[in-house]
């Protein structure tokens, strides 16, 4: 797997900690961006519009910080780290700098 000097054990701890909530701000996120679409018929066009952009921005943020990518950093030094997500176990170093 990847080079670490934390234990293998509170890694795959703080992964499924991260998987688990991930997905769970992923469906509250879900849910809230439906009750914007479904029951928001109170607001100005503009204020609906710029929630629905204000809700997805945030779901994808999310998305990606806490289910594709995972930053696993060092407490110990400056800018230290690698990443453990989906993408990072799929996609080459390189790649996943550019996205």
Partial sequence: NLPSDISPEVETMMIAFFY??????????????????????????EVWILSIVQQVAC?????????LFIPFVYPSAAGAGYCVGILCLSLPYPIIMVV
């Fill in 59 to 67: 779901l994808s943020t999310n998305g990606f910080f806490t289910l």
């Fill in 20 to 45: 688990f909530i991930g997905s769970v701000s992923l469906v509250v996120n879900l849910v809230t961006l439906f009750l914007i679409i479904r029951h928001s018929s109170a607001l100005m066009r």
